[in-house]
């Protein structure tokens, strides 16, 4: 990550406080903050160690619960900085587990105070059409329709079937030509077929 800062500096790598303390600033030069990175704002790259941090804090609430930590999202959108927490019960998620296992990550949260900006925290199902990852994501969906993009030397190959089993990191899928196994770290995309 390059920073300027009115043409006086560059940084390799941005503290927060630094940054904060920078822009807080006024009358050096016009303010003009200029951040190029690959992916995300400027300071997403904070935004992954929060991620594994909260994890860590998240997860015995969401299993003293009976419920299963999907996934936590910590990004950077228009309406400021969102924290997702996504939740799952082979029964359904209802509006009681999504504010039970709010209040109580917001507490921790404020306690073990690790996010230093300003956050909404959203705890949610993942949702019928979130992509399926995760060997644990393929396992939690054994025997359901779903579409696949897989990798073969280079070239996208699409199959359409229902998950029949899931282990040590193959996905096998039973399609109309028969059963196919795929290396989970070859699927390049995986969605479930959602029949109504």
């Known amino acids: 990550m390059t920073i300027s800062f009115c043409g006086l500096k560059s940084f390799a790598i941005i503290d927060a406080v ?17 951040c190029r990175l690959g992916v995300g704002g400027c300071i997403m790259s904070h935004s992954e160690q929060f991620v594994e ?58 306690v073990e105070d690790i996010i230093p900006y300003k956050y909404n925290l959203e705890v949610s199902s993942p949702g019928l059409d979130r992509p399926l990852v995760t060997e644990r994501d393929f396992e939690r969906n054994i025997g359901e329709k779903v579409t696949l993009v897989v990798d073969e030397e280079g070239k996208s190959k ?28 070859e699927i390049v995309k995986a969605k479930l077929v959602i029949e109504f």
Do not use: N
């Not at 400021?80 to 109580?104: N, P, Q, T």
């Not at 040590?168 to 196919?180: A, C, R």
């Open 158 to 185: 699409e199959c359409v079937g229902h998950i029949k089993d899931v282990g040590d990191g193959k996905v096998t899928v039973l399609t109309e030509s028969g059963q196919e196994m795929y290396p989970v770290d």
């Open 18 to 34: 630094l940054l904060a303390a920078i822009l807080t600033k006024v009358g050096l030069c016009p303010l003009f903050f200029i």
């Open 53 to 110: 941090k909260i994890m860590v804090l998240v997860q015995p609430i969401v299993e003293g619960a009976g419920l299963e930590l999907v996934d936590v999202q910590y990004r950077q959108e228009s309406a400021g900085w969102m924290l997702r927490v996504f939740i799952y019960d082979k029964d359904g998620i209802s509006i009681d587990h999504c504010a039970r296992i709010s209040r109580e990550v917001s507490h921790l949260l404020d």
